[in-house]
């Protein structure tokens, strides 16, 4: 059922939440997923790939998928703009998972609001040309509280270049399709990933 429901689109694919909702966890499934067959690039802008979790998820498969995994650490956002604006030779690149977009967007926003929206909005359409060419893409995202609502960081900018938006919840924990039809399920969080309950 998972599987179904993560069945990526072509275009670029968000899922947000806060901390501990399972944006990562998601994210190493899907990259587990793909890994076993081609290539995947997982650019981690907070260190979050663990490689003691990726095994958990992953069982006997976990050196297999991780032969096929260029793991790819941002440390601020122009590292992070440069490493998208130079994937090029994507031939055998199956998936494109950003843990997360908004986390070095977020800081950086604080010294240029026009600049970095530039800057966001480019390596948006950069990854939205990339699934042009058959790549599978995932963003995930941070959350902001705005008027006791839960916003994704970067707000309709992001958005609009997503064609499947999934949010995260922790109490009680849910998804939520948000894009492109509205869907609900309740999940739990177990050593071998996220189970829809």
């Known amino acids: 059922m998972l599987n179904e429901l993560l069945n990526l689109k072509s275009g670029i694919n968000l899922i947000y939440g806060e901390g501990g909702t399972g944006k990562t966890t998601l994210a190493l499934m899907l990259a587990r997923d793909f890994s076993k067959f081609n290539k995947v690039i997982f650019i981690d802008t907070e260190n979050g790939f663990n490689f003691e979790r990726f095994k958990q998820i992953s069982q006997e498969h976990y050196e297999s998928c991780l032969r096929n995994i260029l793991l790819i650490k941002t440390r601020d956002f122009d590292e992070q703009c440069r490493v998208i604006n130079n994937l090029e030779n994507t031939k055998k690149v199956s998936l494109i998972v950003i843990d997360t977009i908004g986390s070095n967007y ?20 950069k990854l939205r040309l990339l699934s042009k060419s058959g790549i599978n893409i995932l963003i995930t995202n941070q959350v902001y509280n705005f008027n006791n609502e839960i916003k994704s960081v970067g707000g309709e900018m992001v958005k609009k270049f997503c064609k499947f938006i999934l949010k995260l919840e922790k109490n009680p924990r849910k998804m939520t399709i948000e894009k492109p039809n509205k869907f609900e399920y309740s999940f739990d969080i177990k050593n071998e990933g996220i189970i829809l309950s």
Do not use: F, P, T
């Not at 026009?114 to 480019?122: A, L, Q, R, T």
């Open 106 to 125: 977020r800081v950086e926003l604080k010294n240029n609001v026009k600049e970095v929206n530039k800057k966001m909005g480019d390596i948006l359409a």
